[in-house]
Nanobody, 116 residues
């Protein structure tokens, strides 16, 4: 059974930092592209950052220079280091795993709240 379990969310003041982690099980982790998405109330879910199986990364313009995605294939984890957080970063953050044309796997989400 595939599981993606996010952790590390919470409440932080603007300008602060948080580190999210996603632990994957039930998949051959190293071949998957891993991504972090977020969904704010009343808004569509959006891609925040992604990292391919070979380590190539991509970021939404809104988080470039502030967020860093990384993966550890030995531990089957993907992390999102978030710095200089802004109130507009408040959202539920989701981990996603993709490979080829197969349907993606999603985690259950973790809440990040940034207070002004």
């Amino acid at each position: 059974q595939v599981q993606l379990v996010e952790s590390g969310g919470g409440l932080v003041q603007a300008g602060g930092s948080l580190r999210l982690s996603c632990a994957a099980s039930g998949i051959i982790f190293r071949v998957y592209t891993m991504g972090w998405y977020r969904q704010a109330p009343g808004k569509q879910r959006e891609l925040v950052a992604s990292i391919t199986s070979d380590g190539s990364t991509g970021y939404a313009d809104s988080v470039k220079g502030r967020f860093t995605i990384s993966r550890d294939n030995a531990k089957n984890t993907v992390d999102l280091q978030m710095s200089s957080l802004k109130p507009e970063d408040t959202a539920v953050y989701y981990c996603r795993a993709d490979v080829g044309r197969l349907p993606p796997y999603w985690g259950q989400g973790t809440q990040v709240t940034v207070s002004s």
